[in-house]
């Protein structure tokens, strides 16, 4: 390596990484806390559907997997003995129309629970 502008310095590798070091971990503590920290900043909600038409004990299936396959959603309770699912949701990605059409796209039509 030659010496910078006739000084007589010349930089070593580790000096150089060591400067960067503080930069990189910065960075990297940046992307982790973004990363873990972007589902607290979604706007969750949970709606229930009924969904009279479930007849056996396979519907539920059939409700659950139609219902988790909508964008957004991250938690689906179907009860087969309550005729209703519990979905609960990220209302920035998607909406209860969009469930209660998700469910009767499957067979089986569902209307919102008060």
């Known amino acids: 390596m030659k010496n910078l502008s006739g000084t007589g310095f010349r930089p070593s590798p580790e000096g150089i990484r060591r400067r960067d070091a503080p930069w990189k971990k910065l960075l990297?503590?940046?992307?982790?806390?973004?990363?873990?920290?972007?589902?607290?900043?979604?706007?969750?909600?949970?709606?229930?559907?009924?969904?009279?038409?479930m007849t056996c004990a396979a519907c539920p299936l059939t409700v659950k997997k139609a219902l988790t396959r909508v964008e957004g959603v991250t938690k689906v309770e179907v009860s087969f003995d309550d005729r209703e699912a519990l979905v609960t949701f990220d209302d920035s990605k998607t909406s209860a129309l969009a469930l209660s059409e998700a469910s009767e796209n499957a067979g089986y039509p569902a209307s919102f629970e008060e």
């Open 28 to 53: 990297a503590s940046i992307v982790l806390a973004s990363l873990f920290s972007a589902p607290a900043w979604a706007d969750s909600q949970t709606v229930t559907l009924s969904v009279p038409g």
